[in-house]
């Protein structure tokens, strides 16, 4: 543990007058991340059906992003990326999501440093409310990465049925269609008993992770089926959570920040509509989700940007955003791979940080495909869902790889690697080193029941 004793050491005593005068300088942070939740899925994002006037609300009132990428295309290591910033092979990922692939009981590293041991380490309250599912094993429970208040279901909502606060069973069996409710009640209540002194609040729903099953007061209120009703739910519960902080004269002193941990799942109504693949994918519809982020005052209100962000971009961005010298924190492993991209989010600057972002196939800890600007490779054929037969591969050769340009061909259809060879080749290489980079640096090991 010894990245959180020094996060721990950092700390700096307030008590009294001072927590006021810390907090008028300090903003409020709430990170709301919806399960699977489609790139389209949003009325603000352009579904026909789904009427979500809150979360549209929230965009009007900031900046809405249209090239925000999840941390992995699964759910374990999307959320291992968002809390620590970094690719999540760095945190022992290797496949699948805990209790899929990987044991129920596997976990990240207590010796991770969260964005919660972060801002805790500077002063704010900090708090989950949902879904946790990095880990069951006590020293990767959510108390023990950073979390001063803990309510939360440690896995997805289709693997168990119960609720914790800190290391303790708090309710069981809990009622899948009374998730949301419960999670952003949970929220509240920490944020009137927090509204003081600077908080940090991650709300990371189950909605609309499968099974489907809305809530009885919300059954059939959707144009769009069960599952249309769990997402306006969701819009709703958001709508409470920003009316609580208008109550509390929140709002400008408030972040608050919408995204989804991965792209829809197969066989769900969800969307990634224009692009194409879903969860689990490298694809863009299985990386590509909403994200919007507000702060009235510091964010300009009503914009648009397609730059490339990811969520490992959260933890420098919000610190940033915060004052916090997140740099001072990150001492030792694992290396931090998000960039602050604040001056982008405000308006500030005209080089946005990020030019490039490698992407994950869930069934692998290799990264399977790369973005620089406009240009996409995919290192190899495999697990793609491209459904492109390989000339190379029925030769023996080594699977070729599959060159798009996505400002051209936003569905990844058409492979222009044969026109582009030197484009090609520059992408390739340059994707091969970060991955040598990746599978030759330390990492910390996923927690199991025998270590």
Not at 86 to 104: D, E, H, I, K, S
Not at 188 to 205: A, Q, T
């Amino acid at each position: 543990m010894i990245i959180r004793h020094l996060a721990a050491i950092s700390l700096s005593l307030s008590t009294g007058s001072l927590v006021h005068a810390e907090h008028a300088t300090k903003p409020n942070v709430i990170l709301i991340m919806a399960d699977d939740l489609g790139y389209r899925d949003l009325s603000s994002y352009g579904h026909p059906l789904i009427r979500t006037p809150h979360l549209d609300k929230l965009a009007q009132g900031g900046m809405k992003l249209t090239n925000f990428h999840a941390g992995a295309s699964i759910c374990t290591p999307s959320r291992m990326a968002l809390l620590t910033g970094a690719y999540p092979v760095r945190l022992g990922w290797t496949q699948g999501v805990a209790g899929y692939l990987m044991g129920p009981r596997d976990g990240m590293s207590g010796d991770a440093l969260t964005i919660a041991d972060i801002f805790k380490a500077e002063g704010y309250t900090t708090a989950i409310s949902g879904k946790w599912h990095i880990g069951r094993m006590p020293e990767s429970r959510p108390n023990r990465q950073g979390f001063d208040s803990t309510y939360y279901i440690p896995m997805s909502n289709n693997q168990i049925d119960e609720i914790w606060r800190d290391d303790e069973i708090v309710l069981k069996p809990a009622k899948n269609p009374l998730y949301t409710e419960a999670f952003t009640e949970e929220a509240m209540r920490f944020i009137r008993e927090n509204h003081e002194k600077p908080f940090f609040l991650y709300l990371p729903h189950t909605a609309p992770h499968f099974p489907v099953e809305p809530h009885p007061e919300w059954k059939g209120k959707s144009e769009f089926g069960k599952y249309g009703d769990v997402v306006e739910e969701m819009d709703f519960r958001t709508g409470e959570l920003i009316a609580l902080l208008e109550e509390l004269d929140l709002t400008g002193n408030t972040i608050v920040m919408f995204i989804s941990d991965n792209g829809p799942q197969s066989g769900q109504k969800a969307s990634a509509h224009p692009f194409r693949g879903m969860k689990w994918s490298p694809l863009e519809g299985g990386t590509r989700v909403p994200g919007i982020i507000s702060w009235p005052g510091k964010i300009p209100a009503g914009q648009t940007s397609d730059a490339l962000i990811s969520a490992i971009d959260l933890l420098p961005t919000l610190s940033r955003a915060a004052g916090i010298d997140w740099k001072s924190h990150s001492k030792g492993t694992p290396v931090i791979d998000g960039v602050d991209v604040w001056i982008t989010l405000t308006g500030k600057g005209k080089n946005h940080p990020r030019s490039e972002l490698l992407h994950w196939h869930g069934k692998h800890a290799k990264p399977q495909a790369f973005t620089s600007g406009d240009w996409k490779i995919f290192f190899d054929r495999h697990d793609t869902m491209l459904d492109l037969e390989d000339p190379e591969e029925k030769g023996g050769k080594k699977p070729a790889p599959f060159l798009v340009n996505l400002k051209n061909d936003i569905n990844e259809n058409n492979d222009v690697s044969v026109k582009f060879p030197e484009k090609t080749q520059e992408l390739y290489q340059r994707g091969m080193a970060l991955i040598k980079e990746l599978e030759t640096s330390e990492t910390l090991k996923i927690v199991t029941p025998e270590s």
